[in-house]
């Protein structure tokens, strides 16, 4: 089994930046691909982005694309999602997730309970 705990979030102004971590803990997660997913309130969760296990690939959902960055550090078992200009619109419950096999934006097996953004304008 793999726990993932993410940490980071908290309340920030338009144009600011934050950065959220995926600690993953149970197995190590350098073959898994590692997912960033949203939900705002009375939205359904959407796709931000994922990483490759070895992090060569990157996929990311286009309103984050120039904004938001994926990267991981398989020596500390860690996703990170850099998040730059932000606006309310990034508003949400941001989660991480992890799952076998090749990079996808969907069927993640893992996921974390999330933590939240607060973007005020």
């Known amino acids: 089994q793999v726990q993932l705990a993410e940490s980071g979030g908290g309340l920030v102004q338009a144009g600011g930046s934050l950065r959220l971590s995926c600690a993953a803990s149970?197995?190590?997660?350098?073959?898994?691909?590692m997912g960033w997913f949203r939900q705002a309130p009375g939205k359904e969760r959407e796709f931000v982005g994922a990483?490759?296990?070895?992090?060569?690939?990157?996929r990311y959902t286009e309103s984050v694309k120039g904004r938001f960055t994926i990267s991981r550090d398989n020596a500390k078992n860690t996703a990170y999602l850099q998040m730059n200009s932000l606006g309310p619109e990034d508003t949400a419950i941001y989660y991480c997730?992890?799952?076998?096999?090749?990079?996808?934006?969907?069927?993640?097996?893992?996921w974390g309970q999330g933590t939240q953004v607060t973007v005020s304008s």
């Open positions: 149970g197995r190590t997660v350098s073959s898994y691909v």
């Open positions: 997730a992890a799952r076998r096999g090749i990079i996808a934006t969907s069927a993640f097996d893992y």
């Open positions: 990483i490759s296990g070895i992090g060569t690939i990157t």
